[in-house]
């Protein structure tokens, strides 16, 4: 046994996690689930686009198709040859609300109301998705750090007591440069792991979250229990969104879209072309479409109708009185710019190539839907949260049998290597996880699934 071996101290066993604290969180905490929620309606594009909406409503709701009335008075005299008299006498008149400016207006603003209705469900769903995204990958960074960190501790505990050993030889030598590789590796490492921690706490400052009270974070990890909860529930979500979203263009079997038959293969009875208005993507590019349409529908020059009433008197040897009633049609000789309906009529076309893309995208995922998630629930079982304590266990372990000299430096970093890649396999299941479940739960009736665990 050599010298250094001798001078190396045991490092106290680490710490077990099942979940990342890094303290203990005070009494005001949050749950991480309400705290998303909180975050994302603060957040300022969320706060414009619920403005936008709710002006776009404000005007739909003032607007009317109606045209003011009209009402004109004439007084008139009559001087001839054996005539003469005076004739007092009002008109009133009123446009019909069919196809007038206005009544092209009122589509146009019911467009807007939609779009904007659509815009703010979407920018709601990215701003929860990006803060609970941030904040679990932030807890995955420091746990990441936090390994790091004690194994640069230990890689340098062992470069200085080799380089303190009073020893000369060709594999003490060796031994040097394959610490220093190991402690330099390990130091960049964390190096990286900070500066990532940073980007992902000025990500969250962007939503406006405090960093110190991200101090507070407490991340409960997924297990596989976790995983087929989620599909259970998300299974029954995507038979609920199938069937709002082809019950207005196929005829629906109850029993069959209720039943317990898995989403792929409920799917498997509709097109892509059934499949519409699922995500909130594809509501704001419907709402997109139906504005589109309605623009163009505005370039077809149709008549307006006018209706009127008047009474006149006239004041002679005896009163005469006269009263009309009539409707006038304003005839259109103009066309509108054939260029002009071009241009949005290939506007329509880019939409609709974007719908049936949406369409057959959103298809493809609930297909592979069941592969996917049992795929996620297997890696979770192979590398629970749980190994991460036999890891720390393990490398404990082979530290004292290498201070005993049972281990050689070349085997125990060779088991620091294969500990540290079982490490980044857990939390990258970890994280797989996380970004499948937010992009599974695009669909709009997904509020049921709760996404993150844990408090702030």
């Not at 004292?400 to 294969?418: A, H, I, N, P």
């Amino acid at each position: 046994m050599t010298t250094y071996k001798k001078n190396i101290k045991i490092i106290s066993s680490f710490t077990s996690f099942f979940i990342l604290i890094f303290v203990a969180p005070p009494l005001s905490s949050l749950e991480l689930s309400d705290f998303v929620l909180q975050t994302a309606e603060r957040h300022i594009d969320i706060q414009k686009g619920r403005i936008e909406y709710k002006t776009a409503e404000a005007k739909l709701d003032s607007y009317s198709v109606w045209s003011n009335p009209r009402f004109s008075m004439e007084w008139t005299e009559r001087n001839g040859e054996g005539v003469q008299s005076n004739v007092e006498g009002y008109t009133v008149s009123q446009k019909l609300p069919f196809w007038t400016e206005k009544s092209k207006q009122k589509k146009i603003l019911k467009s807007q109301v939609s779009i904007a209705k659509a815009q703010d469900l979407l920018l709601s769903y990215r701003a929860k998705k990006m803060i609970t995204l941030n904040l679990f990958q932030l807890a995955i960074l420091n746990e990441q750090r936090n390994f790091y960190k004690k194994r640069e501790q230990w890689l340098a505990l062992i470069k200085q007591s080799i380089y303190s050993a009073q020893v000369s030889s060709k594999s003490m030598a060796l031994e040097k440069e394959m610490v220093s590789d190991a402690l330099r590796q390990a130091e960049d490492q964390v190096a990286q792991l900070d500066y990532k921690i940073i980007e992902a706490t000025n990500q969250l400052s962007l939503f406006g979250v405090d960093k110190n009270r991200l101090s507070t974070l407490m991340i409960e990890w997924f297990t596989p229990a976790d995983l087929i909860e989620i599909k259970n529930v998300l299974n029954s979500v995507n038979r609920f969104s199938i069937k709002n979203a082809v019950k207005n263009n196929l005829k629906i079997d109850k029993k069959m879209v209720n039943s317990d038959r898995s989403s792929s293969e409920v799917l498997s009875d509709y097109s892509p072309d059934s499949l519409l208005n699922v995500t909130f993507e594809q509501q704001l590019i419907s709402a997109q479409l139906a504005a589109a349409q309605n623009q163009l529908e505005n370039y077809k020059i149709r008549p307006e109708f006018e209706i009127y009433f008047s009474k006149d008197r006239q004041y002679l040897n005896r009163g005469e009185e006269n009263a009309t009633i009539g409707i006038s049609v304003e005839i259109p000789l103009e066309q509108a710019l054939q260029s002009e309906k071009k241009i949005k009529q290939f506007e329509i076309d880019q939409i609709m190539i974007q719908r049936d893309f949406e369409s057959l995208k959103q298809k493809t995922l609930l297909e592979n839907f069941e592969a996917e998630i049992e795929t996620l629930i297997s890696s979770l079982k192979r590398y629970p949260q749980s190994q991460i304590n036999q890891i720390y266990k393990s490398i404990d372990t082979h530290k004292k049998s290498f201070q005993t000299g049972w281990v050689s430096l070349t085997q125990f970093l060779e088991l620091d290597r294969q500990k540290s890649e079982m490490m980044i396999q857990i939390l990258d299941v970890q994280t797989n996880t996380i970004e499948f479940i937010l992009n599974k739960c695009e669909q709009a009736d997904c509020n049921q699934v709760k996404i993150i665990k844990g408090q702030i």
